[in-house]
């Protein structure tokens, strides 16, 4: 499976931007780009997804290279339930379609 | 719309008992996965099923696990014998394979704790 590289951890401010980086240098044609979080003691929840271009839904944006060698997901206003950790994923429809999670990125969101 | 549901949520059993989780898919989605998640590590992928028939099994899947879908809609997985190590979060997952992007839904989970 392609592997994502993202940060250990990032604060933010409560009510301001957070963009969260994501490397995938070996990505694949046929690789979508998932973003899932993780509240505590909760199951992971699907962010949004994307394949070539940028998309954008009520929880965030994601914005893909022009080479799909890294994205940004886009939190536009961070909020205290905005706390968790997202991991970005890239899934293979040609491996079993399965989700395959590296270690994600802590989200603290200071009032 | 009820979402993938996973019992029971908490199970606390001793060293050798067997335990087995339950967990019934999103109606109508044909594709159930399970995950186990230990503290501070991100899910790890156990297996997965497309209707009733297993068709991967992750390594981490000892013999002592075993994972059934027996008419295709609810799942159980079943930890024979179990060891501390297997102290973890067990998670289900289902999906509508077979049309574009079709999204992997979680459960809450089933915590584990072998004392």
Request: hydrophobic share 30%; with cysteine.
């Given at each position: 499976?392609?592997?994502?590289?993202?940060p250990?951890?990032?604060?933010?401010?409560?009510?301001?931007?957070?963009?969260?980086?994501?490397?995938?240098?070996?990505?694949?044609?046929?690789?979508?780009?998932?973003?899932?979080?993780?509240?505590?003691?909760?199951?992971?929840e699907?962010?949004?997804?994307g394949l070539?271009?940028?998309?954008?839904?009520?929880?965030?944006?994601?914005?893909?290279?022009?080479?799909?060698?890294?994205?940004?997901?886009i939190?536009?206003?961070?909020t205290?339930?905005?706390?968790?950790?997202y991991?970005?994923i890239?899934r293979?429809?040609?491996?079993?379609?399965?989700?395959?999670?590296?270690g994600?990125?802590?989200?603290l969101?200071?009032? | 719309?009820?979402?993938?549901?996973q019992?029971?949520?908490h199970?606390?059993?001793k060293?050798g008992?067997?335990?087995?989780?339950?967990?019934?898919?999103?109606?109508?989605h044909?594709?159930?996965?399970?995950?186990?998640?230990?503290?501070g590590?991100?899910p790890?992928?156990l297996?997965?099923?497309?209707?009733?028939?297993?068709l991967?099994?992750?390594r981490?899947?000892s013999?002592?696990?075993?994972a059934?879908?027996p008419?295709?809609?609810?799942?159980?997985?079943?930890i024979?014998?179990t060891?501390?190590g297997?102290?973890a979060?067990?998670?289900?997952?289902?999906?509508?394979?077979?049309?574009?992007?079709?999204?992997i839904?979680?459960?809450?989970g089933?915590?584990?704790?072998v004392?």
């Amino acid at each position: 499976d392609a592997k994502t590289t993202q940060p250990n951890s990032m604060e933010s401010n409560e009510e301001e931007p957070v963009h969260l980086p994501c490397n995938h240098s070996t990505i694949s044609g046929t690789d979508y780009i998932h973003w899932y979080r993780q509240l505590p003691s909760q199951g992971p929840e699907y962010v949004i997804h994307g394949l070539t271009s940028n998309v954008n839904n009520r929880m965030a944006s994601l914005a893909i290279a022009e080479d799909r060698k890294s994205s940004t997901l886009i939190l536009h206003r961070a909020t205290l339930r905005d706390a968790a950790v997202y991991y970005c994923i890239l899934r293979d429809q040609a491996a079993g379609n399965k989700l395959t999670f590296g270690g994600g990125t802590r989200v603290l969101v200071k009032p | 719309d009820t979402g993938v549901s996973q019992n029971p949520r908490h199970k606390i059993t001793k060293r050798g008992q067997n335990v087995t989780f339950r967990c019934d898919p999103i109606s109508e989605h044909n594709r159930l996965y399970w995950y186990r998640q230990t503290l501070g590590q991100g899910p790890e992928f156990l297996t997965y099923f497309q209707n009733e028939a297993q068709l991967e099994k992750s390594r981490l899947l000892s013999d002592r696990f075993s994972a059934e879908r027996p008419k295709g809609s609810f799942s159980t997985l079943e930890i024979q014998r179990t060891e501390q190590g297997d102290s973890a979060m067990y998670l289900c997952a289902s999906s509508l394979e077979g049309i574009s992007g079709n999204t992997i839904y979680f459960g809450e989970g089933s915590w584990l704790t072998v004392v």
